[in-house]
Nanobody, 121 residues
Framework: QVQLVESGGGSAQPGGSQRLSCSAS????????MGWYRQAPGKQRELVATITSDGVTRYSDAVKGRFTISGDNTRLTVHLEMNNLKPEDTAVYYC???????????????WGRGTQVTVSS
């Protein structure tokens, strides 16, 4: 079974930092783009950051200059370093694999179960 396993998250104070990690588990996987989304209660899920297998990164305007996404192609792992956290960063953060290829066959989009990040004083 192919799945995304997330780790990290928890509580932080404004101005603090958190680190999230996500690894794809499965056989014969190829994932060109991975990233992180977040969803606050009552709001739509929104893009946070993405990274390609070539290392090209993209960030939402809300997190530019504060968050850094990185990846490990060998382990199919993506990390999100979150710095200078703000209360509005509070949300459930979801790992995303935009395209999943299994032994050369397109398997669709894959989401992690989500991990809570809470920023408060």
């Amino acid at each position: 079974q192919v799945q995304l396993v997330e780790s990290g998250g928890g509580s932080a104070q404004p101005g603090g930092s958190q680190r999230l990690s996500c690894s794809a588990s499965g056989n014969y996987l190829s994932i060109p783009i991975m990233g992180w989304y977040r969803q606050a209660p009552g709001k739509q899920r929104e893009l946070v950051a993405t990274i390609t297998s070539d290392g090209v990164t993209r960030y939402s305007d809300a997190v530019k200059g504060r968050f850094t996404i990185s990846g490990d192609n060998t382990r199919l792992t993506v990390h999100l370093e979150m710095n200078n956290l703000k209360p509005e960063d509070t949300a459930v953060y979801y790992c995303n694999a935009h395209e999943v290829w299994i032994a050369g066959t397109f398997g669709g989009e894959l989401w992690g179960r989500g991990t809570q990040v809470t920023v408060s004083s």
